[in-house]
């Protein structure tokens, strides 16, 4: 019980998680069978199970991480985003305020063996609200807000639009 002028400790579920050195989970988070590297944050309300993070990872509010998921060093997931099982997101990759990856093309399958897989490449960049079904996004690459992906994305690409088309490359 809380001693008085000062606050209770605020709820948070963390069962079954390896957490590296200086890894913070802030209160009302709930991780389960979660590997964290060193110097992570997670932000408040996120449910994340069965996933694992590299070095410096931030999560922001209300992000869902489901299992098999595989997340790179510095790498930043936004507020509301949902990252589903068999996504592998590489290093220094910024994932966006509500981005939504799928997995399963004809959902609901209920069946794990129909998922396919989403790949990230290192320093990808995925706008607010975009939409991603199962591709893979080149390094470099950048995903507009708002696109639907439902192509594979080349390195250092920037893709626009429903459905997302290149609209030009960097350093080109």
Excluded at 99 to 106: M, R, S, T
């Amino acid at each position: 019980m809380a001693q008085p002028n000062q606050p209770a400790e605020l709820p948070r579920v963390v069962d079954d998680c390896m957490l590296g050195d200086g890894t913070e989970v802030a209160p009302f988070a709930v991780l389960n069978d979660c590997e964290f590297g060193s110097d992570c944050r997670v932000w408040r309300f996120v449910n994340c199970y069965g996933a694992t993070f590299g070095d410096e990872v931030m999560i922001g509010s209300f992000a869902e991480i489901q299992s098999d998921v595989i997340v790179g060093d510095r790498t930043r997931i936004q507020s509301h985003a949902f990252i589903p099982s068999l996504t592998r997101i590489g290093d220094d990759v910024f994932v966006s305020h509500g981005a939504k990856f799928v997995n399963d093309l004809y959902p609901p399958s209920g069946d794990p063996d129909a998922w396919e897989p989403t790949i990230i490449g290192d320093g990808a960049s995925i706008g607010t609200n975009a939409t991603l079904l199962p591709v893979e996004i080149g390094k470099n690459a950048t995903v507009g807000a708002g696109a639907v992906v439902i192509d594979d994305v080349p390195d250092d690409a920037i893709v626009v639009g429903n459905p997302a088309e290149i609209v030009g490359y960097h350093n080109r």
